[in-house]
């Protein structure tokens, strides 16, 4: 009896060992959104090895680095996601508004019915299906993007899509095709509402969407280590392999 425990509790400790080394592999610094707290060098995991879900779980935290994440705010706003998202959220504002534009100055002036909404989108709902996922607070399918691909300052990142989305929802809102975003509501809500919940909830997603990513890292250590590998060609492109050999 007295050997078995001594086993359990050796076999705990390995355990526990191989969690905080497959933990050890991921530095804040580099994925994350603050320095790393420790200088202690951790050993390697064992291939295979992966922490414990709640041991991932903490891993994938971060606390909160307001000093270094300004200071690294050019780099931050240079992620392709973060520009993507950009981009991609501008071209579907332009594409919203210049399919409904017109048929939205064509109705008569006063209050709006559902049924005059529903016919100036008519069959045309890609636009407006992409435009009110885009453009309506919070914006959380940029904020999902950048929170995905950013480096460190995810919350930032999003912070500033949320304002940009603000920006240019009440532009949007200033003309014709405005109407369909705000429904049968008025102007000042849909300006309000993004005022209050697209910079907060933007950031919060973008957030979330890096825990999440750096939380399957740790869940799943192989995920981040398979590499595509190539083998060093010798001078007849079949490998370095020698030929002379008796």
């Known amino acids: 009896m007295a050997r078995a425990k001594r086993t359990e509790r050796t076999e705990a400790r390995r355990r526990h060992r191989a ?29 295979g090895a992966r922490p414990g879900i709640m041991a991932s779980f903490r891993g994938a935290m971060r606390p909160l680095d ?47 019915t559902t049924e005059q909404l529903e016919a100036v989108v008519g069959t045309n709902t890609i636009p407006y299906f992409l435009g009110t ?33 603000t920006i240019l929802a009440v532009v949007i809102l200033q003309m014709p095709a405005g109407g369909l975003l705000s429904g049968l509501g008025t102007t000042d809500q849909v300006i309000v509402g993004h005022a209050a919940w697209s910079p907060v909830g933007a950031s919060v997603f973008a957030a979330a969407a890096a825990w999440y990513r750096r939380f399957l890292d740790l869940a799943n250590p192989n995920r981040s280590r398979q590499r595509p590998s190539k083998a060093p060609k010798g001078p007849q492109g079949r490998g370095n392999v020698k030929t002379n050999a008796r």
């Not at 580099?30 to 291939?47: I, L, M, R, T």
């Not at 914006?139 to 950013?150: M, R």
């Open 19 to 47: 969690e905080e080394a497959a933990l050890a592999e991921f530095e804040p610094g580099v994925e994350g959104d603050a320095p790393a707290s420790s200088s202690k060098a951790q050993p390697k995991p064992a291939p």
């Open 66 to 112: 307001l000093a270094g994440d300004l200071k690294a705010a050019p780099q931050v706003f240079a992620n392709w996601g973060f520009l993507a998202a950009l981009g991609i959220t501008a071209a579907t504002a332009a594409w919203f508004v210049l399919a409904y534009n017109d048929a939205m100055a064509a109705l008569p002036a006063g209050p709006r």
């Open 133 to 165: 996922m885009a453009l309506q607070p919070p914006p959380a399918i940029g904020a999902f993007l950048i929170g995905f691909t950013a480096k460190r300052a995810s919350w930032l990142s999003g912070l500033v899509y949320g304002i940009f989305v």
